[in-house]
T-cell receptor
Framework: DTAVSQTPKYLVTQMGNDKSIKCEQNLGHDTMYWYKQDSKKFLKIMFSYNNKELIINETVPNRFSPKSPDKAHLNLHINSLELGDSAVYFC??????????????FGPGTRLTVL | GNSVTQMEGPVTLSEEAFLTINCTYTATGYPSLFWYVQYPGEGLQLLLKATKADDKGSNKGFEATYRKETTSFHLEKGSVQVSDSAVYFCALNVGANNLFFGTGTRLTVIP
């Protein structure tokens, strides 16, 4: 019944490694997002994506790349992990792209720790 | 630009106390406003929202009114419970591609 799910919940890895976080939504939504929550709980958008358009936050390093095999999935791939990438990453989805009234539904988060 | 300012936490209250968490915003266009809650170890859940001026969002005893004249969306609850302990985020959406979040306010309710 989980609307937005993410795996893994926890991810501990070494600097320099490449890792992926998976996200799936069963809400039939057209748009998915990735947010990063830092150690002070501040949330910032990384990407938004629907089947037509990828919007990248320009502050996101190009080591981060979203990959969407289909409308229900948006995975986050990270190359050459750095210590500063340690954070909680949240996936979210909404019905449409660009509608201010639309509610975003969030996954449970993936806590990434880079050693 | 678009931004949200929330009162600094943490906030500690006794059970049954009155809660206010202040939120003000700046926005281009006409935003919708949201309160999300993050319980310990969990993801964000929508608590309530309002999509136009003077709308009141409410859920689980929480309320917030969209005040365009003061650009505010303060969260209130008349009587908090221990189970309300969480981090509360105010957010806005102007029809761009993402939510703009405040910094979050941690609420702890003690018995």
């Amino acid at each position: 019944d989980t609307a937005v799910s993410q795996t893994p919940k926890y991810l501990v890895t070494q600097m320099g490694n490449d890792k992926s976080i998976k996200c799936e939504q069963n809400l039939g939504h057209d748009t998915m997002y990735w947010y990063k929550q830092d150690s002070k709980k501040f949330l910032k958008i990384m990407f938004s994506y629907n089947n037509k358009e990828l919007i990248i936050n320009e502050t996101v390093p190009n080591r981060f790349s979203p990959k969407s095999p289909d409308k229900a999935h948006l995975n986050l791939h990270i190359n050459s992990l750095e210590l500063g990438d340690s954070a909680v990453y949240f996936c979210a989805s909404s019905q449409v792209l660009g509608a201010s009234t639309d509610t975003q539904y969030f996954g449970p988060g993936t806590r990434l720790t880079v050693l | 630009g678009n931004s949200v300012t929330q009162m600094e936490g943490p906030v500690t209250l006794s059970e049954e106390a009155f809660l206010t968490i202040n939120c003000t915003y700046t926005a281009t266009g006409y935003p919708s406003l949201f309160w999300y809650v993050q319980y310990p170890g969990e993801g964000l859940q929508l608590l309530l929202k309002a999509t136009k001026a003077d709308d009141k969002g409410s859920n689980k005893g929480f309320e917030a009114t969209y005040r365009k004249e003061t650009t505010s969306f303060h969260l209130e609850k008349g009587s908090v419970q221990v189970s309300d302990s969480a981090v509360y985020f105010c957010a806005l959406n102007v029809g761009a591609n993402n939510l703009f979040f405040g910094t979050g306010t941690r609420l702890t309710v003690i018995p």
